[in-house]
C-alpha cells in the first residue's frame, strides 16, 4: 500500500505530519476506485495551517463522477432520503459516521461551530448532532439534492 502519511495539504499545500489512523476503509470511493477497497484512510493535520484532512485523496476527474453519477437514484438505487434513513439508522458498530465523531471528538472539545465541507446528505452531520446538539452546523455541498437533504434533515 502507497505511503499517504505526507501528502500536501489541499487548502495550504504545506507537507503535514500525519495524526492516528482511523480505521476505515473508504465507502462511496470503492465504487469509483475499486483497488481504495483495501485502503484505510489516514487523517492529517496540517502543521502550517491546522486543517485536518484524509488521504488518500480523490483524482479531479473520480471526483467530478462522483459528483455527476455516485448520488443519483439510477446509480445508487435509492433516494436521497432512503440513503439517509438507511446511513443513519446503521447501529454504531457498523456505522463509518460514528467511528468518525468517535475519532474526531479525540481533536474538538464542546466545538460551538462545525464546517463541513463536503457534507454530502448531512449525515455526518446527523451523528455530530448527536455528540454536539448545542454546536452551529455549516455544510458545504456542490450536489443540489444532497445539500437540500442535508438542510431539510439536519437543519444545516
Known amino acids: 500500500m502507497k505511503n499517504h502519511a505526507n501528502q500536501s495539504c489541499p487548502f495550504c499545500g504545506e507537507i503535514s505530519s500525519s495524526v492516528p489512523k482511523l480505521s476505515i476503509t ?6 469509483l476506485v475499486p483497488e481504495l477497497k483495501s485502503t484505510t484512510r489516514t487523517w492529517n ?3 502550517q495551517c491546522c486543517v485536518r484532512y484524509s488521504v488518500p485523496r480523490l483524482t479531479d476527474d473520480q471526483i467530478i463522477y462522483m459528483y455527476e453519477s455516485y448520488r443519483s437514484i439510477e446509480f445508487r438505487g435509492e433516494s436521497a432520503d432512503q440513503y ?3 446511513i443513519t439508522t446503521y447501529p454504531p458498530d457498523d456505522s463509518e459516521n460514528f467511528l468518525k465523531v468517535k475519532f474526531i ?3 474538538l472539545t464542546k ?3 462545525i464546517l463541513y465541507i463536503g457534507s454530502g446528505g448531512g449525515v ?3 451523528e455530530m448532532m448527536k455528540l454536539w446538539p448545542n454546536a ?11 445539500s437540500e437533504l442535508a438542510h431539510r434533515r ?3
Not at 26 to 31: E, I, M, T
Not at 136 to 146: F, L
Request: hydrophobic content about 30%; proline content about 6%.
Open 124 to 126: 455526518l452531520i446527523h
Open 26 to 31: 473508504y465507502d462511496h470511493a470503492v465504487f
Open 105 to 107: 471528538n479525540r481533536f
Open 154 to 156: 439536519t437543519g444545516a
Open 45 to 47: 493535520l496540517c502543521t
Open 136 to 146: 452551529v452546523y455549516t455544510g458545504v455541498e456542490p450536489t443540489k439534492s444532497y
Open 111 to 113: 466545538p460551538s461551530k
Open 84 to 86: 439517509f434513513d438507511r
